[in-house]
Every structure is written in structure tokens, then in C-alpha cells.
């Protein structure tokens, strides 16, 4: 027993001074006026990090040396998952450990999904694979695939995975960022140039910060840097993709057509109210849904996070949880102080004036699946990995949102004699044989199925997704034809509609036809009698089991007629202030 | 005797006449038309243009008393039924003059519908003088809808010569051949003189319509459920984008068909009549005026007993539907004969016109209570039966005239090029409004934004347009079904706000638009999808006089049924029978049951 505790004291001695090693130490020869001679007037990166520039961007094996010659041995983003534990993590271990557990690191919702419909792992929960090495590093792909479980990791890999701060993505305008804790805390505009002082810094050449500066309160723009296309924090200012096809290049606005930022063009859709008021996703979204908790969390509704009846009160609790910080009650009246901004907004608080709130059975709703003015519908997705060289059908369809594939494409279809197609991994930065292409059958903003999440309440499905798996081989062969995977467990096809909280919240709720008696809502589709098309828009279930499609009960008592429907709904009509 | 003299003489000379005559008949005989010397085999186009009695001359013209090659097919036609030489063979005094003066008045002929729509919304122009026959004769200077007209819309027309152009433009046109002789290959046995010739038939498959009737109100797509999708050409078919293609790049996806299509594998014919489509002589402003049919034709008939005339000629030439002996058939709105809607005793047939197919059609005595609704009087049979319509959001033009562009009626290049852009597509919730015939019917966006940039590529500002229309039409997307109550009465997009939210705030109706067209660059302050504001102002315009979307009166009626309508969703609900009534009762009357189920759960 004894023998075990001084094993234990040994270890620790040993992991104290490995790690004490491991700690930056500012080399005494190289002095801050070596960088500065050529990096005349850059900004303090801010407080708290009163460094000279080696501590935080000379290689670890060159903190001692004398002098540098050329820029050969600086780490240009020390918070690079590569480095982070050298530089940021002499005093930041522990935010370190909370954000490489994070879903921002691990993707693991993205990865175990999507494994899981194309039948690659029995579920999608417990997650089993990381995008870093929180869980099992995600698999390489595999060198001649002929499934759509073999082709998962790669398409994950070159498709998907462009969105974690384990890299810094696609470059472009509104895509440009940083990885690492600088992803979010070091401040990129959406044309990626510097806006600072630094000599030394083209600021007609893209791809730098807006400043050398560090900033805890992350404005909008930089989360929408990921958080665009069509998927939530997208839909919290409104936009919504434009279809692919070139005739969808529009409008015209003054002779030219506008730029696409994040690759595309975009339709502006209602913004979510909260973002119509000049709040910011940090206003709501604090540390803890962010970097998380340090649990490893498969899928994003399972972060503890800040809930609408924080601030506005629900059916539990009339008033807003005095725990938030920012809010303080004056008088009767209770004020949300924003973090971004500064400014004081009075909340609007759950009133049982309103109908729909005084109906015990929508306690089991979510504020969303009422408040939501649209939702994200982006119905069968195609996706077709070819190795081979031919580009011609692509012609029309070369804005897909991916700037490398815009850029390839355009190479490509200006050449005679064509090049097999490369691709980046977005994990290990390597440029792989093949590309991934996609579409969709439609797209639309107008329904909202419902469905039950996680927690067991009744919320906005959104198809994610219904997939088509195409594979050309570099001869042109044709491995697989617009196959439709098979989950896991062989539960069926892998398609899924998935409940999510669309970031499109109204101050005013949707009609009660919103959901009651209707046919879409309830899970019904568009048409009496589908097509191949329309019945995309029937939902298939989640790719997570404590999430599902409404049952054939709670089906029917959405589209039955009780008396107490009827008056309550005539009251909502006749009385409300909705 | 001297009378028997000269009879005797007389018979005398009849008989050396008959004699001389019978002689000089055993010489080489002199055929009438020299063209069956060479094309001794041809095979007839249909029974009612035999060769034998016909000749090939007679439609085709050329010399028929040469028999040299180069002499013969010297002013010979290829097609007949060309428009520019149609006066001459189809429309001669003898065969078809009369078919030949409607033809060419009739809308497919004069574009009267395209061109007067362009010109009235690009340029004011309330009194159309243009048709498409002046502008192929005239090379005055084109204004900027004419140009559009010329090099984006007149590839459609029966004046267009067949074969020319390529793809599918190249199977249109050709004047009555365009609908009367389907494509088909050209067939040669042994050499010139055995010959097929191609069928001339007034059985017309519907391919030959939807070679046309594929673009703007897209109903040749629609009928068989067809929808011009947004281009993705999904889902994929091997190593290509897959194979549901239309023309000129677009692809489609399957939505549900009308239910003419679907159930009774109907083709475009059997509704569209002869006066419909061939027009009756006058020359309409638009194609809905010049259609005959209409639903009420076939589903309301009005039966009369005919005696020769059109209605035997059409069976004749149809040669599948039964005869008209003792039969009544319906009449279209136009007085047409509807040869193949009969009535036997009591019972009531539609017979198809390409096979000849007896579809038994039940029509009550009476109609039925939600066809007779107090206050639904207006609606068109589409409003409620029409499922979905294509609708196109934002139709962005540019117009350079730094490029050039082929026009399609002159077939040579001009100065200014057109291209063609959109915001989005939709196909389901139609809107509806009030059209020209005061009906509550179906309406489509229509919205042209044009940017035009001069000869050296700049733009200008000052010439550039934006005019925002919706356009009602009939979408060809009949169910049996129709939309609910609540479709209508209750969704914002179907009563012309578009999507958004309806809500009442202090008592008065108010809407938050889901699109915002002025954030998405659009430089307008409504939404695309809206037609009119929640208090009945209109936002777009209409292309046909006294159409319009619903009024602030009509929307707010609309809107207060909503109210009722989960309780009161009978039609035979006696609240309808006097709406105004009703209201005033709930409004004074407390001890209705609706306030005594109100209080039970509002005390």
C-alpha cells in the first residue's frame, strides 16, 4: 500500500518537472528589438499577456537561442492545437482541457452522425471518434473504398471537417480565421486583412487579423466566420444560401453582382429578433456553451446551455433566473445588460396573457417550435466523390460554398488537358487524390416539421441529411450510383431529420396552424401522394435515439379537432396580442 | 325528213367523235402530275390526302409538267403547311382557306399575348400595334421589351421555319405541319420512289405541344408533374448529373401530376378544342382569351343533339372516338362541339382522342353543398383543386450592348445581349387574388429587374427597370381534392402576403414578413412573395386588366372566417348561409353556444 503511494509521489515528481521543462522561459540573447526593427508599431496583444514576442512565437527548441536570421523558426499562431500546450498552456491548462473536449474540437456530433448513418459504427451515441484525440482519432480513409461506410472518413475528412479549430478551414471572404483559442479570440474581418499598425504586415494581402490583439468578447461576425452556410448562427442574422446553379448569381446591384461572402450568395430572411434588437451570439452564449464543460458531449443539445427562460421566465418559473449575471430586476421590470454592446434591454417575460402559454400540454414544447419564423430545410443531399479528370459537368455548378472547389473547378474548366482532381484533408492538411462534389433536390425556408429532442419535447426537425453517395474511381468507373447508406444498426436508411433550436426567433408566435392541422408539421410531407422527389420532405427519424419523429399518437392528436382546441384556439384568434 | 336527216348525221358525228376519241386514247398517256414519274411509291399522309387523287403537286407546288429533277423542284415546298406559303397549299380556295385565316390570327401565330404584356409593363404602351408578323416584316428600330422578345421569347411561333436552329427549337414551328405532322423519321425504302411519307394526323401527341409549351407558365411541364427544379440535377445517374433535363440546361423533379394525366392518362387534345387552339379568326390580346375550354365544359356540360357539321367532320378525322348517331354532345363556351364528351341514354362518356378510350364520368343531378358555398361564388375551380403552380421569384436581366445576340425572328446577330438570372423558385401554397374575371383564382410571380450597360460595357443606371407583376394562370396541377379551408383562409402566402407571420396586435391584423427583399439587395421594401399588404394595399401589379390581389375588405372577411372555422368547418355550417348575420349575432347575442363552450374554458 505504502509501496503504491510512493510509485504514485515518484510519478508526480517526475510529470511536475516534465512539465515545468515543457514551460516557455524567455530566452535572454533575443530581444523584442530584433522583431520590432521590421515589426514597427504592431499592437500589444493585450492585457494579461505582457510578453516579448519569443515567449508566445519562437519555436520551442529556439527559446535559447542568440539571435534569429529569417522567419524559419516562428510559430506564426501559438494557439495551433499543435502548440498550445507550450505557449497558452503555461497558464491556461485548464480552459485547454475544456475547449479539447469541447464539440468545438471534437466535432464529435458532426463525425459519430454521420459514421453512424453510412453505416460505419452501430450509434451515433455514445460517440466513439474525435476530430482530435479526445476520443479515437477519426480513421484514415480508406484507399479504394466501395461502400458508403468506407467512404465516411474521407468524405468527413474533405467535406465537413473544414468547420473545427483544429485548422483553420477554406480561405475567403468571411471565412477567413485562425485556429486554436485564436479562432475565436483573435478578431478576423470578413475580407481577412490587417487592420493595424505593423509595418512589417501587407494589408492588401488577405489572411491576417484585424489586429495582434487577443479579445474576449467575440463579436458576431467572427462566429459567423464558421457558423455560416446554412446552419445555426447563419439563421440568427437571417441568411439563407442561394442555389448553386449559375442562374442563381444574382441580383445585379449596380451593374455588378455582389460578393459572395463564405462562398455564396445569400437570400436575408427575417434575422432572429434578439439580432434585430443588436444582441450578439456571446450575449447568450457563455463560456460554458462555447468551451464547454470538459465532459466529452456527442451531440450539441447536450452542452448545458443558456435556456430562453434564463431570461425571459417559462412555464416553471415566471421570472428570469437570477443566477444569469446580467440581469438585474428593477422594480417589477427586469434589465438585460449585453456583454458585447453594454447596452440594457428590458425583457420581454413569458406572459400567461398569451393563449398558447396558458396550455398545460406546451409546457412539453419548445419556445422555438412556436417562435421560429423559418428553418433551415435543405432536402436530399447528393454528394459524389470522383478521382477522375471530368469537369465539364460542373460548368453550371461550380459555386458549391467551398472556395477551394470554386477555385479548382475554374482551373480545371479553363485547361485542355485536364489534372485528376486533389482535394484537402482538413485534419491532417494533406492534399489527397479526388474531390468531393454536392446538390441538393431543394431547398426551402417555409416548413417545419415537428419532432421530439433529446429532452423530450417537441421541436423543429431539420433534415441533416438525406444522402445520395456517388463514387468514381480515377479510371471513371463508377464504384457507387447515388446509393442511399444504411445505418449502423441497420435500422434503416441513412437519412435523418434531426431536432434543432432555429436561431430565427419572432416576438410573436406562429399561428396555431403552425403546427395544429397541419399535415407538414406533423410529419405528413407537402403532397396526399409523393413522388420520388416529394417524399424527401417526409422526415426520417434522428440519428440519435433519445430523439425522434412524433409517433403515430401524438400525430393524430396534432391533427384532431378537440372542443378545447377549437375555443382555445378562437380566444388566440379573437383576444391576443400575439 | 329533213329533221331525220340531220339526226342521222348527228348520231353519225357522235359516233366518229367516240371513235376519233377512243383512238387517239391508245397513244401514251399524258399523267396529270409528272412527280409520280419519278416518285412512283409514296405512301399516303392520312385518308383524307390521298396521293393517288391528290398528287404530290397540289400541296407541295413545284412544276409538275417537268420531268427534269432541277425543273420539277423548282418552286416546290418542302413543308406545306409553312406558314409563308400556306395560302398557296393548305389554305388554297379549294382545301382549308378559312382554318388558314384563323391560324394565322390566332395567339401561337401573332405572340399578340407576349409582346403586348412587355410593352405595356416596360414601356406604357396601353394599345399593342405590334405583332409578331410586323416586326418579321419591318426592320424599324426596336425598343428594349422588343429586343427581349425578338431574342428571348420568339423562338415559339408557328411562323418559324422547322428544322432551323437547332436542339429542340429546331422541332418547332412549321406552321400546320408544326402540330399536324408529328415528328417522325424520315422514311425511304428503295431509293426516291418508294417514299414514306410523313403522317399528317389531327390525333396530336402532346410531345408536339410540350416542345413549346415548357417555358414561362411552364404548363407543358406541370400537367405531367414535372417541376423545373432550382438546376442541381440530382440525385446523380453514374458519373453525370442525372438525366431529368429540359432544354436549354435545366433539369426537373416529379411532383404530383394533374389528375387528368395521372388518372386518365388524358393528353393535351382532349380538352384543347380545334377553336382553342387554332383560334376562331380573331386576334386576342392574350392566349386566355382565345382558349375554349374550360371545366365547366366537361364537368357541367351543356348536352345538344348535332346533326352533321364540325363535331361528324372531327370524328371523322379522329377516326377512334365513336360516332355521333343518336348521341348528344357538350358544347364549349365558345359553341365548340366537344365530339368526344357524349351522352349515351343517361350515362355520360369521355372518350379519349388518341385511343378511342371510354372514361365513364359521373355528373350529379345536382351540385353539391361546398360547390354552392354562400360567399365562394367567385372561386375558380383552381383556386381550391390547382395543388401547386411554378413559381419564379426575381427574374434578373442584363442587357449589354457590348455583346451581341442572335434574334430569332431575323436570324442574324444584333447589338445587345440578354441573360437571364432568379432569386429563388418555389411550387407549393399558390397565392391567390381576383382575376381579370373578378374569380378568386391562382397568381405567379413575374418580377423583371433589368440592368442594361451601354456599348462600352457601362452600366446605366438610369435605363435599368425593375417591374414587379403577378400573373394568374391556370397551372395545370388539377387534384381531386382541394386545398382546406384553412389553406386558404388562415396562410398568409395563399392570401398574397407571402410568408411571414399573421398576428393581431391591439386588435388590428399585422404581419412580419419573412423575407426581406431590401437586405437581400433587392432595393425594395416588400417581399418578393407579397402581393399585397396586410391592410389591402397592392404591392405588384398584374398583367391583365381588373386583376388584382385580395382588397382590405375581401382580406379582412377572408381573415375572420379563419376564426371560426375549426368549429364551423362544415361547409353545410348554417353560419355561412349569412356570414354578416352571423358576425352580428356573436357580436349581441351572449347566449350563443359559442360563448356558453367560451366560458367553460375562458371563465
Redesign the interface.
Known amino acids: 500500500m505504502l509501496g503504491t503511494y510512493r510509485k504514485i509521489c515518484a510519478i508526480m515528481f517526475f510529470l511536475l518537472l516534465a512539465a515545468g521543462s515543457l514551460q516557455a522561459v524567455i530566452p535572454e540573447a533575443v530581444t523584442d528589438g530584433d522583431c520590432l526593427n521590421c515589426h514597427e508599431g504592431i499592437e500589444h496583444i493585450g492585457k494579461g499577456h505582457d510578453f516579448d514576442c519569443r515567449a508566445c512565437h519562437l519555436k520551442r527548441q529556439r527559446q535559447r537561442v542568440d539571435s534569429i536570421q529569417d522567419h524559419q523558426f516562428i510559430i506564426r499562431n501559438p494557439s495551433d492545437p499543435e502548440h498550445v500546450d507550450f505557449f497558452c498552456g503555461t497558464c491556461h491548462q485548464e480552459e485547454i482541457k475544456l475547449i479539447n473536449a469541447s464539440l468545438h474540437a471534437t466535432a464529435a456530433g458532426i463525425i459519430n452522425q454521420t459514421r453512424y448513418l453510412w453505416g460505419a459504427q452501430k450509434a451515433a451515441y455514445p460517440p466513439e471518434y474525435s476530430a482530435n484525440s479526445t476520443l479515437k482519432p477519426l480513421p484514415e480513409a480508406v484507399p479504394h473504398p466501395n461502400s458508403p461506410k468506407t467512404l465516411v472518413d474521407d468524405f468527413l475528412r474533405r467535406k465537413c471537417l473544414r468547420c473545427h479549430i483544429g485548422t483553420k478551414g477554406a480561405e475567403g471572404i468571411g471565412l477567413y480565421r485562425a485556429s486554436g483559442c485564436a479562432s475565436c479570440h483573435v478578431l478576423y474581418s470578413d475580407d481577412g486583412k490587417y487592420q493595424g499598425h505593423d509595418r512589417a504586415i501587407d494589408s492588401e494581402k488577405a489572411g491576417y487579423p484585424i489586429r495582434h490583439r487577443f479579445v474576449r468578447r467575440i463579436p458576431l461576425f467572427q462566429c459567423l466566420h464558421c457558423h455560416n452556410h446554412n446552419h445555426v448562427g447563419g439563421d440568427y442574422v ?1 441568411m439563407f444560401e ?4 449559375k ?10 453582382t ?1 460578393p459572395r461572402p463564405y462562398g455564396l450568395d ?6 432572429d429578433v434578439h439580432a434585430e434588437r443588436g444582441m450578439e451570439c456571446t450575449d447568450c452564449h457563455t463560456k460554458t456553451d462555447v468551451m464547454g464543460t470538459g465532459t466529452v458531449y456527442g451531440y450539441e443539445a447536450e452542452v448545458p446551455k443558456t435556456q430562453c427562460s434564463d431570461c425571459h421566465g417559462g412555464f416553471c418559473q415566471p421570472t428570469p433566473n437570477k443566477a444569469v449575471a446580467n440581469i438585474k430586476s428593477e422594480g417589477e421590470a427586469f434589465l438585460f445588460r449585453s456583454n458585447t454592446s453594454g447596452r440594457k434591454f428590458k425583457l420581454a417575460l413569458f406572459s400567461k396573457d398569451v393563449v398558447s402559454h396558458n396550455i398545460p400540454q406546451h409546457k412539453e414544447v419548445r419556445c422555438g417550435a412556436c417562435h421560429a ?2 428553418s433551415y430545410q435543405d432536402y ?1 443531399l ?1 454528394v ?1 466523390r ?1 478521382d ?1 479528370p ?1 469537369y465539364g ?1 460542373w460548368a ?2 461550380l459555386i458549391q460554398g467551398d472556395p477551394y472547389l470554386e477555385g479548382f473547378l475554374r482551373k480545371e474548366l479553363n485547361r485542355v488537358a485536364n489534372q485528376p482532381p486533389v482535394s484537402p484533408d482538413w485534419l491532417d492538411g494533406n492534399m489527397k487524390p479526388g474531390i468531393w462534389y454536392s ?8 416548413f417545419m416539421p415537428l419532432g421530439l429532442d433529446s429532452k423530450g419535447k417537441y421541436a423543429v426537425l431539420r433534415p441533416r441529411y438525406q444522402y ?1 453517395v ?1 463514387y ?1 474511381d480515377k479510371n ?1 468507373d ?1 464504384v457507387l ?2 446509393v442511399a447508406p444504411k445505418r449502423g444498426d441497420g435500422k434503416g436508411v441513412g437519412w435523418a431529420f434531426m431536432p434543432y433550436r432555429p436561431h430565427t426567433i ?6 396555431c ?1 403552425g403546427c395544429h ?1 397541419n399535415e407538414t408539421a406533423a410529419g405528413r410531407g ?9 417524399e424527401l420532405f417526409l422526415p426520417s427519424p434522428p440519428a440519435i435515439d433519445h430523439m425522434r419523429l412524433l409517433n403515430k399518437k401524438e400525430r393524430d392528436r396534432l391533427l384532431r ?1 378537440t ?9 388566440d ?6 | 325528213m329533213n329533221n331525220k336527216a340531220i339526226l342521222i348525221i348527228l348520231l353519225f358525228l357522235g359516233i366518229l367523235l367516240i371513235y376519233k376519241e377512243h383512238k387517239t386514247q391508245k397513244g401514251f398517256p399524258l399523267p396529270e402530275d409528272r412527280c409520280m414519274f419519278c416518285h412512283k411509291d409514296v405512301s399516303d399522309p392520312d385518308a383524307s390526302h390521298p396521293v393517288s387523287a391528290f398528287g404530290c403537286q397540289s400541296c407541295h407546288l413545284g412544276n409538275p409538267f417537268s420531268l427534269d429533277k432541277e425543273r420539277g423542284h423548282l418552286t416546290m415546298v418542302k413543308n406545306p403547311g409553312d406558314l409563308s406559303v400556306v395560302d398557296k397549299t393548305c389554305g388554297k380556295p379549294d382545301c382549308h382557306p378559312e382554318v388558314v385565316i384563323r391560324v394565322k390570327n390566332s395567339v401561337m401565330a401573332t405572340n399578340r399575348g407576349i409582346i403586348k404584356v412587355l410593352r405595356y409593363h416596360w414601356e406604357g404602351v396601353e394599345k399593342n400595334d405590334i405583332d409578331l408578323k410586323t416586326l418579321m416584316v419591318s426592320g424599324e428600330k426596336k425598343t428594349l421589351s422588343v429586343d427581349l422578345y425578338t431574342k428571348m421569347c420568339a423562338g415559339c411561333h408557328l411562323w418559324k421555319k422547322r428544322s432551323s436552329m437547332g436542339g429542340e427549337v429546331a422541332r418547332r414551328g412549321g406552321g400546320c405541319s408544326g402540330c399536324h405532322v408529328p415528328d417522325q423519321v424520315r422514311a425511304q425504302t428503295h431509293g426516291v420512289g418508294h417514299f414514306k411519307h410523313p403522317k399528317i394526323t389531327t390525333r396530336i401527341p402532346s410531345e408536339t405541344c410540350t416542345r413549346c409549351h415548357n417555358r414561362s407558365a411552364r404548363i407543358g411541364l406541370s400537367y405531367f ?1 414535372k417541376f423545373e ?13 442525372n438525366n431529368r433535363r429540359l432544354s436549354g ?1 435545366r433539369f426537373y ?4 401530376a394533374d389528375v387528368h394525366h395521372n388518372k386518365a392518362k388524358m393528353e393535351c387534345i382532349d380538352c384543347h378544342t380545334e377553336k382553342g387552339v387554332m383560334g376562331d379568326g380573331k386576334r386576342y390580346d392574350s392566349l386566355k382569351d382565345q382558349v375554349d375550354i374550360t371545366c365547366e365544359a366537361c364537368h357541367k356540360p351543356d348536352f345538344r343533339e348535332i346533326k352533321g357539321g364540325l363535331a361528324e367532320k372531327l370524328v371523322f378525322l379522329n377516326k377512334r372516338v365513336p360516332r355521333i348517331v343518336n348521341k348528344e354532345v357538350a358544347i364549349s363556351k365558345k359553341g365548340s362541339p366537344l365530339y368526344n364528351l357524349q351522352k349515351v341514354g343517361e350515362a355520360v362518356f369521355f372518350y379519349r382522342k388518341m385511343d378511342g378510350k371510354a372514361i365513364e364520368m359521373k355528373i350529379p343531378a345536382r351540385e353539391e353543398i361546398y360547390h354552392r358555398m354562400t360567399g365562394h361564388e367567385r372561386l375558380s375551380c383552381q383556386a381550391c383543386h390547382s ?1 401547386w403552380i411554378p413559381q419564379c421569384y ?1 427574374c ?1 436581366y ?1 442587357y449589354r450592348q457590348d455583346q451581341r445576340q442572335v434574334d430569332w425572328l431575323s436570324k442574324r446577330e444584333s447589338s445587345g445581349s440578354w441573360r ?7 411550387f ?2 399558390p397565392t391567390l387574388g381576383i382575376n381579370s374575371k373578378n374569380k378568386v383564382a391562382l397568381f405567379s410571380p413575374c418580377q423583371i ?1 433589368v ?1 442594361q ?1 451601354d456599348e462600352e460595357g ?2 446605366l ?1 438610369k435605363e435599368s427597370l425593375k417591374i414587379f407583376t403577378m400573373t394568374s394562370f391556370d397551372p395545370h396541377t388539377t ?1 381531386k ?1 382541394s386545398r ?1 379551408c ?1 389553406d386558404c383562409h ?2 398568409a ?1 395563399s392570401l398574397g402576403l407571402g ?8 386588435g388590428n391584423w ?1 404581419f ?5 427583399a431590401w ?5 425594395i421594401h416588400f417581399p418578393l412573395d407579397a402581393f399585397v399588404t396586410v391592410d389591402g394595399k397592392p404591392l405588384q401589379a398584374t398583367s391583365r386588366k381588373g386583376a388584382r390581389p385580395f382588397n382590405q375588405e375581401e382580406l379582412k372577411r377572408i381573415m375572420a372566417l ?3 372555422l ?2 364551423h ?1 362544415e361547409y353545410k355550417d348554417k353560419v355561412y348561409f349569412n356570414f354578416d348575420e352571423s358576425i352580428k349575432r356573436f357580436q349581441t347575442e351572449k347566449d350563443l353556444p ?1 360563448w356558453e ?2 366560458g ?3 371563465p
Request: with cysteine; hydrophobic share 25%.
Open positions: 437571417g442561394h442555389d448553386y446553379d442562374s442563381y448569381r444574382s441580383p445585379v446591384i449596380e451593374g455588378y455582389a445569400y437570400h436575408y430572411l427575417a434575422m419564423q423559418w436530399g447528393s459524389m470522383d477522375s471530368d459537368k453550371r455548378l446538390g441538393w433536390r431543394a431547398r426551402r425556408w417555409e445520395f456517388s468514381i471513371g463508377v450510383d447515388s419572432s416576438p410573436v408566435g406562429r399561428k396552424e392541422l407537402i403532397f396526399r401522394a409523393n413522388t420520388c422527389d416529394s379537432v372542443e378545447e382546441y377549437r375555443v382555445k384556439r378562437f380566444l384568434e379573437l383576444t391576443t396580442t400575439r | 408533374g427544379s432550382e438546376g442541381y440535377g440530382t440525385p446523380y445517374e453514374g458519373n453525370e448529373l440546361g423533379i416529379n411532383l404530383p395543388s426575381g434578373h442584363t437571364e438570372l432568379r432569386s429563388y423558385l418555389r407549393s401554397k429587374y440592368s450597360f457601362r452600366y443606371p387534384q381534392e382546406s384553412l388562415g396562410d402566402k410568408e411571414g407571420i399573421l398576428h393581431k396586435q391591439g399585422r412580419r414578413p419573412t423575407y426581406d437586405r437581400s439587395s433587392l432595393g379563419n376564426s371560426c375549426p368549429c368547418s359559442c363552450l367560451i367553460k374554458y375562458a
